[in-house]
């Protein structure tokens, strides 16, 4: 007996072609774009920080109101595939962006790896290294950028 495995979506579509659920499915659960960042608009240099938007549930790395969460959070960015490429602040493991530039997806990611805790236990996610914005003064959150050479998300200025 003969058994044909068809190829995930990811793999024969894509980004625009993709119904909603599948590209929602696309997102990895890491939680790092919900995550402050400040962009040096002279170099285009981008510096993540720990502090996370006040919807962020930290442990699930999920919006804790994903649907209303553009409205509740001034700011917040809704990903579209045309968006994918010019939001450069978006991980360099984030699957939008893997996609986009023709890359297949991380081996930790849930839709491979069939387990929805495997980007965290990769290390991937902002899980036990982020704390939310409400514990953190606005004028603190420069006190928590994660120095370049820690931060294996950073785009490289020369991307």
């Given at each position: 007996m003969l058994i044909h495995h068809?190829?995930?979506f990811w793999k024969t579509k894509t980004l625009e072609e993709m119904s909603?659920?599948?590209w929602e499915s696309l997102c990895d659960g890491c939680g790092l774009c919900c995550l402050q960042k400040f962009e040096d608009k002279k170099t285009g240099r981008i510096d993540y920080t720990t502090v996370a938007c006040y919807l962020l549930d930290i442990d699930r790395c999920r919006c804790r109101s994903y649907a209303d969460r553009a409205h509740l959070v001034k700011g917040c960015?809704?990903?579209t595939p045309a968006k994918v490429i010019a939001y450069r602040w978006l991980p360099k493991t984030c699957s939008y962006r893997?996609?986009?530039q023709g890359k297949d997806l991380n081996w930790w990611h849930p839709l491979v790896s069939k387990d929805s805790e495997s980007v965290h236990q990769?290390?991937?996610s902002a899980r036990d290294r982020a704390i939310?914005?409400?514990f953190v003064h606005p004028d603190e959150v420069v006190d928590y950028i994660v120095p370049?050479?820690?931060n294996?998300?950073?785009e490289s200025s020369q991307s």
């Amino acid at each position: 007996m003969l058994i044909h495995h068809q190829n995930p979506f990811w793999k024969t579509k894509t980004l625009e072609e993709m119904s909603l659920s599948e590209w929602e499915s696309l997102c990895d659960g890491c939680g790092l774009c919900c995550l402050q960042k400040f962009e040096d608009k002279k170099t285009g240099r981008i510096d993540y920080t720990t502090v996370a938007c006040y919807l962020l549930d930290i442990d699930r790395c999920r919006c804790r109101s994903y649907a209303d969460r553009a409205h509740l959070v001034k700011g917040c960015l809704q990903l579209t595939p045309a968006k994918v490429i010019a939001y450069r602040w978006l991980p360099k493991t984030c699957s939008y962006r893997l996609l986009s530039q023709g890359k297949d997806l991380n081996w930790w990611h849930p839709l491979v790896s069939k387990d929805s805790e495997s980007v965290h236990q990769a290390g991937i996610s902002a899980r036990d290294r982020a704390i939310s914005e409400e514990f953190v003064h606005p004028d603190e959150v420069v006190d928590y950028i994660v120095p370049r050479h820690h931060n294996q998300h950073a785009e490289s200025s020369q991307s």
